[in-house]
């Protein structure tokens, strides 16, 4: 069955300072997979996308992520954190028989030290 | 533009209480879900209607029903409220299909049962 898991629950990180948010997925074919964000009282908006093709996705907000298909990755990344990055972070596979269901992670909270 | 719209932000209901969750988008999306959000458990699907006309059950159904009144709406309801059932609830819409799955997703629904 598809899956996704993301290890960390909380992250705090220094502004200016490099993310690296972890995502590991299961699922039986080329997955398609997707990061959401979550501001504070808000619903998640899409921030990248991986569909097929090159493995360094970018997305809003300068964030990028890597698709690695030996270590069943997909891991967030930005170089230099601002404090209005913090918020949680989703994951997330198509589910189910079909991919017009999404299944997220449980989330990592991150938080910005000033 | 509106986006996707859901009424009320928040409620409170006593067990055994009824209720009905309303969302609708003015994108002319073709798919709706309605997602539960737990602490440390993320996003889970209750129901999800991939296109006007058909309901599917989710990860999560019990306790809920769901209605596609037509393209822009979809509601949630609550027959008989559970404390289990505190959440904060939120509807999603997207275009449908397995190449484009960017949720839009409504600002959510805290919603305490006692």
């Known amino acids: 069955a598809q899956s996704v898991t993301q290890p960390d629950i909380h992250i705090t990180v220094s502004e200016g300072a490099s993310l690296e948010l972890r995502c590991n997925y299961s699922?039986?074919?080329?997955?398609?997979l997707f990061w959401y964000v979550q501001s504070p009282g808000q619903g998640l908006q899409l921030l990248l996308k991986?569909?097929?093709?090159?493995?360094l996705v970018q997305g809003i907000k300068g964030f990028e992520a890597e698709f690695k298909r030996s270590q069943s990755s997909f891991n967030l990344r930005k170089p230099s954190v601002h404090w209005s990055d913090a918020a949680e972070y989703f994951c997330?596979?198509?589910?189910?028989?079909?991919?017009?269901?999404?299944?997220f992670g449980s989330g990592t909270r991150l938080s910005i030290r000033p | 533009n509106a986006g996707v719209t859901q009424t009320p932000k928040f409620q409170v209901l006593k067990t055994g209480q009824s209720m009905t969750l309303q969302c609708a988008q003015d994108?002319?999306?073709?798919?709706m879900y309605w997602y539960r959000q737990d602490p440390g458990m993320g996003l889970r699907l209750i129901y999800y209607?991939?296109?006007?006309?058909?309901?599917d059950k989710g990860e999560v159904p019990n306790g809920y029903n769901v209605s596609r009144l037509n393209k822009r709406e979809f509601s949630l309801r609550l027959e008989s409220a559970a404390p289990s059932q505190t959440s904060v609830y939120f509807c999603?819409?997207?275009?449908?299909?397995?190449?484009?799955?960017?949720?839009?997703f409504g600002s959510g629904t805290q919603l305490s049962v006692l």
């Open positions: 994108m002319n999306h073709n798919s």
């Open positions: 209607s991939a296109s006007e006309g058909t309901t």
């Open positions: 997330a596979v198509p589910g189910y028989s079909s991919a017009s269901k999404i299944i």
């Open positions: 699922y039986g074919a080329t997955p398609y």
């Open positions: 991986y569909f097929s093709g090159d493995t």
């Open positions: 999603a819409s997207s275009e449908g299909g397995e190449t484009n799955e960017k949720l839009f």
